[in-house]
């Protein structure tokens, strides 16, 4: 993995990250059946940061309505689900198949203009879609969100159960795989030619990168990948609603990459699962004023910089390892 | 320094251990689990605070045992957010292993869980929602709030006998508000009168302003609201801005949007305004001026017609479980609970056996000063009222 990279220190173990979150993430199946529910959606956050990054971190897209194709993916996948076959993986391809055709409907929106009208025109389009989702109450369920979303078996052999363990697996599985597949992406030549339009859009011109059709190209890759982390919450809760398309979620989304950082895919990750995890554990401990403190921790971290606190809270970590190899700890 | 540090650890690991071993009993079967979905933040959280506030309050006043079983009240905050709902209920049932669920500010919240309730066999008492058709969803449904068409109907007969001929509805646009906007159609157009027209308002981000211009130009007696509880200080703010209440049209509507919590904030504007509902701070019995006196104490705020449907909830929950003995068996539960009746500050209050609904007096108020404060105070009542879908069926 060669090309622009930000300076973070966990991008520098990246070729090993893969096998560190799929390791983690066999751990935590065996280990905290407890957690499904809150992993489960720990692993759909965590996509669904990923497919923000695709466009954020490699093509330099800004966008504050992402929501609109998570929550395309998540009525088409409770829709098809209701409607037509219960099968999962079905539901997954048709919501990423409605969601990427979205994201090429409005590419056109994002290849012109600042970042500025960027972020008005995405969060436009979120708006318009969280309107029409209300308006369709006959449809969607309007604000009273969509019911009786049933849910065949995974492959025909695992039912989604009360422990929310198939649904994590279910999430899991998809989320490895995807990030598996957006390695791949963004390190071809494709990827390549995405980091250049990023970091000089006038020079990646010149040098003949067909820029409007690669950022197109990108944008509805990222929506479908969005689209697909929507059918998974979908399919998992069986049930839709217009949270799914609100402000908040395209927001949070950005939150995570801010804490996990962009330009690296697993940065998506572990936001999520650090956001996911504050989210639960402080709603837990306070429930009225946890907001308070998730607030005040990006406010930490964003002053503060990521870089500095994590190799804060890795320092002891460092020097158990050192102690693990038989060298003496730093001088008392 | 390395033998401190063996040390060390092995104190640490030593009182973990003791820690686990502490922390065992606690989880056996003398305890019963009762969680409590609630949005404690977000535009709702008025009805969080409100339910939370009398759930703890019922605790303290009836002690935290029951039938030889110690009650413990988990509290979770769903910010009004349905799947958010669902995932808390889920692990509430899976994890914390809960005897019952309670709270559901929202219908929709109310909704998305009751598969859950079902599959789990757990009962679900609906504190908040309104909507008629939740107890449908579930056997294991039951509620102690109101529904929308128990609470509508008697405004609206009452208007159409009390010079009101043409109205105009303007109700929140999810599933309480048109029950409410379809049973006062219904009754208001049966008894004679007219529907100029009915507006539906956004549940999000309410702006009434251009609805509330529609009103105004259709000129009606008067509007038939209802709004969440909590939206009502805006319905009101702008009702005022736009001068309605200057070109005589005068408001109706089930008590929602006189919410005691609020009203009292509302200004002069709100004097006049003619409810129907199940609740009121300022229903003159015994029993609620101590419940309301015992609940500012406690909580800081003027209880409203969301906290005794809290409190009520935990009477019910405290009831089923003496009248089975402590026995935490879902279906056992619940149909102890079927045909319960007791006094609620509100009045007397039943549940009725075949539907799980409440049965209870509504009364028709009129917010007058008393004192310093605006305050619902009850003129009619209309005793042991049914929700009237239901009856039909």
Redesign the interface.
């Known amino acids: 993995m060669s090309g622009p990279q930000p300076a973070f220190p966990l991008a520098r173990v990246s070729r090993r990250a893969e096998w560190i979150i799929l390791a983690v993430a066999l751990v935590s199946v065996l280990l905290l059946p ?1 957690y ?3 992993m489960n ?1 720990m692993a759909i956050i965590a996509l669904f940061a990923v497919s923000l990054d695709l466009i954020l971190g490699y093509a330099g897209i800004v966008s504050l309505g992402h929501a609109a194709f998570f929550g395309l993916g998540v009525y088409t996948a409770a829709l098809f689900a209701k409607h037509v076959h219960g099968d999962p993986f079905l539901g997954l391809v048709i919501a990423a198949i409605a969601a990427a055709l979205l994201g090429l409907a409005t590419a056109v929106l994002i290849l012109r203009g600042t970042d500025l009208t960027r972020l008005m025109v995405t969060l436009g389009v979120a708006l318009i879609l969280l309107e029409l989702a ?1 308006k369709l ?1 006959w449809l969607t369920g ?4 969509l ?1 009786g979303v049933v849910m065949a078996p995974v492959l025909g052999l695992f039912t989604f159960d ?3 363990r198939t649904a994590y697996l279910y999430s899991l599985t998809i989320l490895l795989l995807m990030l598996f597949l957006a390695r791949r992406l963004v390190a071809s030549p494709f990827g390549m030619s995405l980091q250049a339009i990023r970091d000089n859009r006038l020079r990646a011109e010149a040098i003949g990168i067909p820029v409007n059709a690669r950022l197109a190209a990108i944008y509805t890759i990222s929506a479908g990948v969005a689209g697909i982390a929507g059918g998974l ?1 979908a399919q998992t ?3 839709a ?4 398309l609100d402000f908040q979620r395209s927001a949070d989304i950005l939150l995570v990459l801010v804490i996990g950082g962009t330009g690296y895919l697993f940065g998506g990750v572990i936001g999520a699962v650090i956001f996911t995890a504050m989210h639960h554990w402080l ?2 401990v306070t ?2 004023y ?2 308070f403190w998730i607030g005040l921790m990006l406010v930490v971290i964003v002053l503060a910089g990521r870089e500095r606190l994590v190799r804060a809270i890795l320092s002891p970590f460092t020097w158990l390892l050192g102690l693990a190899r038989g060298r003496s700890g730093p001088a ?1 | ?1 390395n033998k401190r540090t063996l040390l060390k650890s092995m104190t640490a690991l030593s009182a973990g251990a003791l820690l686990a071993g502490a922390m065992l009993p606690a989880a056996a079967q003398d305890t019963v689990k009762i969680g409590l979905i ?1 949005p ?2 977000g535009p709702f ?1 008025s009805t ?2 409100q339910i939370d506030g009398a759930a703890r309050l019922y605790m303290q006043q009836n002690g935290a045992t029951v039938a030889g079983k110690k009650i413990e009240l988990i ?3 769903d910010a009004g ?4 709902t ?2 808390l209920a ?2 509430l ?3 914390d292993k809960v005897t019952f669920l309670a709270g559901f500010g929202l ?2 919240l109310a ?2 869980t009751a ?2 309730a079902t ?2 066999k757990v009962p679900m008492i609906v504190m908040a929602a309104g ?1 008629s058709i939740i107890t449908d ?1 579930s056997p294991f449904i039951v509620r102690t709030g109101f529904t929308l068409p128990q609470t509508t109907y008697p405004i609206a007969d009452w208007a159409a006998k009390n010079n009101i001929k043409k109205a105009v509805t303007l109700v929140s ?3 309480p508000g048109v029950d409410a906007e379809t049973v006062f159609k219904s009754r208001f157009t049966a008894a004679g009168g007219q529907v100029l027209a009915e507006l539906r308002v ?3 981000n309410p702006d009434f302003a251009p609805f509330l211009q529609r009103v105004r130009d259709a000129s009606p007696d008067a509007v038939f609201v209802f709004v969440p509880s909590g939206v009502g200080s805006i319905f009101m703010k702008q009702f005022a801005e736009r001068g309605l209440d200057k070109a005589g049209i005068k408001i109706i509507g089930p008590g929602d949007v006189t919410d005691d919590d609020i009203l009292n904030d509302m200004g002069d504007v709100a004097l006049g305004v003619v409810t129907s509902h199940h609740y009121s701070a300022a229903h003159p019995s015994a029993m609620n001026k101590a419940y309301v006196e015992a609940f500012r104490k406690m909580n800081n705020i003027r209880p409203n017609f969301m906290s005794v449907g809290g409190y009520d909830g935990m009477a019910l929950i405290y009831k089923a479980l003496a009248a089975t003995k402590g026995d935490t068996n879902g279906e056992k539960l619940v149909a102890a609970m079927k045909g319960l009746s007791w006094e609620s500050p509100r009045g007397p209050l039943t549940i009725d056996a075949q539907f799980r609904e409440p049965v209870q007096n509504m009364y028709i108020r009129k917010v007058e000063k008393v004192g310093n404060e605006l305050h619902n105070v009850e003129f009619e009542t209309l005793t042991a009222v049914k929700d009237p879908t239901k009856v039909a069926k």
């Open positions: 407890r499904y529910p809150v959606q209300n109450d309007g604000a009273d969100g019911q009360m422990a929310g919450l809760t069986s049930f609603s217009l949270d799914a709603s837990a429930p009225q946890w907001q008392k | 320094m609630l404690m933040t959280a969080g605070r509290l979770k905050d957010a349905p799947d958010t669902k995932r889920q692990e049932i899976v994890n219908t929709p909704l998305a598969p859950l599959e789990g909507t969803r646009d999810f599933a956004p549940l999000r």
